[in-house]
């Protein structure tokens, strides 16, 4: 038994999508959750800035007497070394090996599909970990940058209809040629893509199964300290949250990522100390 927070980052507050699972897998877990709100986005930006930042959020974290860390993040799950990882004191989980796992179960033809940031597709992380997961797996896989601008403009599944439109013409660009591989499983393999999952499904079709990479994690975290003896023993835990710039709309937006869980007030701190 261990009471001490789950800690959790994001580069801003997508990452949030994966507190929301939390929240419903392990209700009685103590979260801390920084999101990089003052220097998102990670996803266009190079390895070692990427890097640097993750091990300063790593470091926050740490500081906040956290028991073990998630990276809800699909570029830095993408970027951060496991031989890193397996040297800090708490336990580490990425989303990108949760998802990867998830998506191998599901595949019944061996071709996926995987979107993400640009730094997330140009690690190849997830054709790396499906391609040993899954022999002969066919993957098909494509960066998508305008996902999270119209996600962080509220342009997603049930939003106005003249919003989903424009989302919807997006979807079709970018997809088109991960539709016409015939892939039966697609990896929505950055933190904003579970926001538009409506739309993104009804492109492409009801026979391919989407995989969330925040809801994978859960999973694999509540494992993971159910093995490891470190389940909280109370029946409601809190959330904190964390930011790097200023918290003013932290309510509004984070809401969006949160869905039922709401937010709450939110504490700035300066990232640049760690
Ligand atoms: N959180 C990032 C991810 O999941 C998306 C936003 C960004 O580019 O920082 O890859």
Redesign the pocket.
């Known amino acids: 038994m261990d009471n001490r927070p789950i800690g959790v980052f994001?580069?801003?507050l997508?990452?949030l999508t994966g507190v929301r699972e939390l929240r419903k897998q392990l209700p009685g877990e103590d979260i801390v959750y920084f999101g990089d709100t003052g220097r998102?986005?990670?996803?266009?930006r190079s390895h070692e800035t990427i890097l640097q930042y993750a091990r300063q959020d790593i470091a926050f974290l740490l500081s906040q007497n956290v028991k073990c860390i998630m990276a809800?993040?699909?570029?830095?799950s993408s970027t951060y070394p496991a031989e890193e990882a397996a040297q800090l004191p708490v336990p580490y989980l990425g989303v990108v090996t949760a998802a990867a796992r998830r998506a191998a179960r599901a595949t019944r033809s061996r071709k996926i599909g995987v979107i993400?940031?640009a730094?997330?597709i140009r690690s190849h992380s997830y054709e790396q970990l499906l391609r040993r997961l899954v022999p002969g797996a066919e993957i098909t896989a494509r960066p998508c940058p305008l996902f999270?601008p119209l996600v962080e403009s509220g342009y997603v599944d049930g939003s106005a209809p003249d919003r989903q439109q424009v989302t919807r013409l997006v979807i079709a660009q970018y997809l088109e040629e991960i539709r016409a591989a015939g892939v039966d499983t697609l990896v929505l393999?950055?933190?904003?893509y579970p926001l538009l999952a409506g739309m993104i499904g009804e492109y492409m079709g009801p026979s391919v199964t989407l995989i969330d990479p925040g809801s994978a994690a859960a999973d694999d975290l509540s494992q993971l300290l159910s093995s490891k003896g470190l389940r909280a023993n109370r029946t409601q835990g809190t959330t904190h949250f964390f930011v790097s710039d200023v918290p003013d709309s932290f309510v509004q937006t984070a809401d969006l990522f949160l869905g039922e869980y709401r937010g709450g007030t939110a504490e700035q701190i300066c990232i640049d100390k760690y």
């Open positions: 994001d580069s801003g997508g990452g998102v986005p990670y996803g266009s809800a993040c699909g570029t830095v993400g940031t730094a997330t999270v393999g950055c933190t904003h």
